[in-house]
């Protein structure tokens, strides 16, 4: 079901500090916390002894102590201390997570310890980039990783169900070009001469028509990345345009639940806060429109036959692709494991 050899993002890193901070990952509950020295833990959250949550405790120093019957474990998730026990089974540990701290996430490797290289961590650059301004947040959807992932690679939707925000007609009446380059897909959609949505309107001032631009990056296992644009038809001026990096990366939560971790970024307006304001209250409102959209197929697939067909058109080229590269990769590491 899951790619577990893999990055996910499991927290802002401002998020996680000198407290416990439990989430639920690839449907393994876990706990995040900070040593003394800043350095990002990450174990499971499941006390070895009596499998008592191990978040539901306390932090002793850069320890942490189970609040059930009182056992310690360090960061490496060795029990350090038994009450009234002075010897400690050597198998008596919490299983520990690599974790590496970049663009201000805080991401967790759930497969192979051995194999996780910082390195693989998608480059979003502009996220630390001071010429570039960056709102974010993190929603938790009701539906399948796969399901978000199809919504950000048809874009088509955005017509219907985000009329108020950054929809309108050219984007489903123009045709996306889509190619494979594996383990990647991109996806363009060029739409020349069109009316501006209502929150480009907003954040540039728009007065007449636009030509929009979409660039889409899918990036195994859940990592979506959209590069908008929006210039005065018939010119390439960004000065008096907009560009902005959509970061979209989707932690697998259970079988049927999801982390949403987004970011925008623009580069344009940076000092306006007024702006960044504006842009995370109706970024906000689109993504609760697709959760609402989500929750829905979410629900009417749990009730379905699953052998029924689901029928594909010219729009889901990306989605389909995506999900066959998906296919591929987990089946190699299960054959692998296997083996």
Same mark, same amino acid.
């Given at each position: 079901?899951?790619?577990?050899?893999?990055?996910?993002?499991?927290?802002?890193?401002?998020?996680?500090?000198?407290?416990?901070?439990?989430?639920?990952?690839?449907?393994?509950?876990?706990?995040?916390?900070?040593?003394?020295?800043?350095?990002?833990?990450?174990?499971?959250?499941?006390?070895?002894?009596?499998?008592?949550?191990?978040?539901?405790?306390?932090?002793?120093?850069?320890?942490?102590?189970?609040?059930?019957?009182?056992?310690?474990?360090?960061?490496?998730?060795?029990?350090?201390?038994?009450?009234?026990?002075?010897?400690?089974?050597?198998?008596?540990?919490?299983?520990?997570?690599?974790?590496?701290?970049?663009?201000?996430?805080?991401?967790?490797?759930?497969?192979?310890?051995?194999?996780?290289?910082?390195?693989? #961590?998608?480059?979003?650059?502009?996220?630390?980039?001071?010429?570039?301004?960056?709102?974010?947040?993190?929603?938790?959807?009701?539906?399948?990783?796969?399901?978000?992932?199809?919504?950000?690679?048809?874009?088509? !939707?955005?017509?219907?169900? !985000?009329?108020?925000?950054?929809?309108?007609?050219?984007?489903?009446?123009?045709?996306?070009?889509?190619?494979?380059?594996?383990?990647?897909?991109?996806?363009?959609?060029?739409?020349?001469?069109?009316?501006?949505?209502?929150?480009?309107?907003?954040?540039?001032?728009?007065?007449?028509?636009?030509?929009?631009?979409?660039?889409?990056?899918?990036?195994?296992?859940?990592?979506?990345?959209?590069?908008?644009?929006?210039?005065?038809?018939?010119?390439?001026?960004?000065?008096?345009?907009?560009?902005?990096?959509?970061?979209?990366?989707?932690?697998?939560?259970?079988?049927?639940?999801?982390?949403?971790?987004?970011?925008?970024?623009?580069?344009?307006?940076?000092?306006?806060?007024?702006?960044?304001?504006?842009?995370?209250?109706?970024?906000?409102?689109?993504?609760?429109?697709?959760?609402?959209?989500?929750?829905?197929?979410?629900?009417?697939?749990?009730?379905?036959?699953?052998?029924?067909?689901?029928?594909?058109?010219?729009?889901?080229?990306?989605?389909?692709?995506?999900?066959? #590269?998906?296919?591929?990769? #987990?089946?190699?590491?299960?054959?692998?494991?296997?083996?």
């Amino acid at each position: 079901m899951f790619l577990r050899n893999a990055w996910y993002v499991a927290a802002w890193g401002h998020e996680v500090g000198r407290a416990l901070f439990p989430q639920l990952v690839l449907g393994q509950p876990l706990v995040l916390y900070r040593t003394a020295d800043g350095t990002a833990v990450a174990f499971e959250d499941r006390c070895p002894h009596r499998r008592y949550a191990l978040s539901k405790g306390s932090l002793q120093g850069d320890n942490v102590r189970c609040e059930y019957h009182g056992l310690v474990f360090n960061p490496e998730g060795k029990c350090v201390y038994v009450p009234g026990q002075p010897n400690i089974p050597p198998r008596m540990r919490v299983r520990s997570y690599p974790v590496a701290e970049k663009w201000q996430w805080l991401w967790v490797w759930m497969g192979e310890p051995e194999l996780a290289d910082p390195a693989l #961590i998608p480059d979003f650059g502009w996220h630390d980039d001071p010429s570039w301004k960056r709102v974010g947040g993190h929603l938790k959807f009701g539906g399948h990783y796969q399901l978000v992932i199809d919504n950000l690679l048809d874009l088509t !939707h955005e017509t219907f169900v !985000h009329t108020r925000t950054i929809g309108n007609a050219a984007v489903a009446e123009t045709p996306m070009q889509t190619k494979v380059e594996e383990p990647y897909v991109h996806i363009e959609r060029i739409m020349r001469d069109c009316n501006a949505p209502p929150l480009f309107k907003k954040v540039r001032g728009f007065t007449g028509n636009i030509d929009r631009f979409q660039f889409i990056r899918f990036e195994p296992p859940c990592h979506v990345v959209i590069d908008a644009r929006g210039v005065p038809a018939g010119t390439n001026d960004l000065d008096r345009g907009m560009r902005w990096y959509v970061t979209n990366s989707i932690t697998p939560e259970t079988e049927t639940s999801s982390h949403y971790f987004w970011a925008v970024t623009r580069c344009f307006a940076q000092d306006d806060e007024a702006i960044s304001e504006l842009l995370h209250d109706q970024i906000v409102k689109t993504f609760l429109e697709d959760k609402d959209v989500i929750e829905t197929q979410q629900n009417r697939i749990d009730s379905d036959d699953p052998a029924k067909r689901v029928y594909d058109i010219n729009a889901d080229a990306g989605a389909v692709a995506a999900r066959r #590269i998906m296919s591929k990769l #987990i089946a190699r590491e299960s054959t692998t494991v296997s083996a």
